[in-house]
């Protein structure tokens, strides 16, 4: 590949971006996914959801064999050929379709005990303590889904059943342990130190480094817990988020980069209608000009 060529490698969440945050359709998004992976396209969701979530949802998305990063950054699938020239001694076997799967935090059994010193103090409800018909009515999803969602390695989504005041104090003990609280689309997530914006920037230098090329990276995002990787990338594209977003609206101060709209495209509709909203704006406004130059301009 030469030099002068810009690969796209596009980082997207999932619910409320790419899917639709109610009925979980990528709606008019699925077309553009099919003309940018006949282009050659990189399309790697970067989610909350779970890795055995992942595996399904690939297949009907056409994006079998992508890389993948799953629990808010907890977990990288890359694919075998991005490790060829410098293996990782912590990389899984291939799976079927030739991934590696990386753990990149603390492991989920160390999460739980945690939260489980800490439950005596504030009042939450966590997956781990949940049956999956009530992980079902909290997402939506058929009892099938919910136990996909349900089997973590990386990260504890719970709901926050305390005053709102003390989420804060919350946190700061967490993070006493090491861990993080993120707001994601439906749920707080605790996770160990990492979050999307490490694993992006992570799984781009693999990518450099086994391609010998800069990729052009765009991402997508609407939750609080997307800010990291809409701060990693080339230019991003913020979706208007579901529900309450004063928590992703606070934590914008602290990515100023987000602000500046040559990086940052705000989308007016929100989900996959915004994701394509953003998506055509980049591909009219953004680099490299060759993404613009045969047939997937605006």
């Known amino acids: 590949m030469s030099e002068t060529q810009a690969p796209l490698l596009l980082l997207t969440d999932l619910d409320g971006s790419l899917l639709d945050h109610h009925d979980y359709s990528p709606g008019p998004a699925r077309s553009w996914l099919t003309r940018l992976r006949a282009r050659g396209a990189w399309?790697?969701?970067?989610?909350?959801?779970?890795?055995?979530?992942?595996a399904p949802l690939m297949d009907s998305l056409g994006l079998a064999g992508q890389p993948w990063i799953?629990?808010?950054?907890?977990?990288?699938?890359?694919?075998?050929?991005?490790?060829?020239?410098?293996?990782?001694?912590?990389?899984?076997?291939?799976?079927?379709?030739?991934?590696?799967?990386?753990?990149?935090?603390?492991?989920?059994d160390r999460i739980l005990a945690v939260l489980e010193e800490l439950s005596?103090?504030?009042?939450?409800?966590?997956?781990?303590?949940?049956?999956?018909?009530?992980?079902?009515?909290?997402?939506?999803?058929?009892?099938?889904?919910?136990?996909?969602?349900?089997?973590?390695?990386?990260?504890?989504p719970l709901v926050w059943r305390d005053a709102p005041e003390r989420?804060?104090?919350?946190?700061?003990?967490l993070a006493g342990h090491g861990l993080k609280l993120t707001r994601g689309g439906r749920f707080h997530h605790v996770t160990g130190d990492s979050d999307k914006g490490v694993a992006a920037r992570y799984l781009i230098a693999r990518y450099r480094l086994c391609e010998r090329v800069r990729p052009w990276t765009?991402?997508?995002?609407?939750?609080?817990?997307?800010?990291?990787?809409?701060?990693?990338?080339?230019n991003?594209?913020?979706?208007?988020?579901?529900?309450?977003?004063?928590?992703?609206?606070?934590?914008l101060a602290d990515y100023p980069q987000l602000a500046d709209e040559r990086r940052c495209f705000r989308a007016n509709l929100p989900g996959p209608q915004g994701w394509v909203e953003g998506l055509r704006h980049w591909l009219a406004n953004g680099q490299p000009e060759e993404w613009t130059s045969?047939?997937?301009?605006?």
């Open 294 to 298: 045969r047939g997937l301009g605006a």
């Open 236 to 251: 991003a594209v913020l979706i208007p988020g579901v529900g309450d977003t004063s928590q992703r609206d606070r934590e």
């Open 43 to 54: 399309i790697v969701p970067n989610t909350s959801k779970t890795a055995a979530e992942l």
């Open 167 to 173: 989420l804060e104090d919350f946190r700061m003990r």
């Open 70 to 108: 799953a629990e808010n950054g907890g977990v990288v699938a890359l694919p075998a050929d991005w490790l060829s020239a410098y293996p990782l001694e912590e990389a899984s076997a291939p799976d079927a379709h030739g991934l590696c799967r990386i753990a990149v935090a603390m492991p989920r």
């Open 218 to 234: 765009l991402g997508f995002g609407d939750g609080a817990n997307d800010l990291p990787l809409l701060a990693a990338v080339d």
């Open 120 to 156: 005596g103090e504030f009042a939450f409800e966590g997956f781990a303590s949940m049956p999956v018909a009530r992980i079902s009515e909290l997402t939506g999803l058929g009892e099938g889904d919910a136990v996909l969602a349900g089997q973590r390695d990386a990260s504890e």
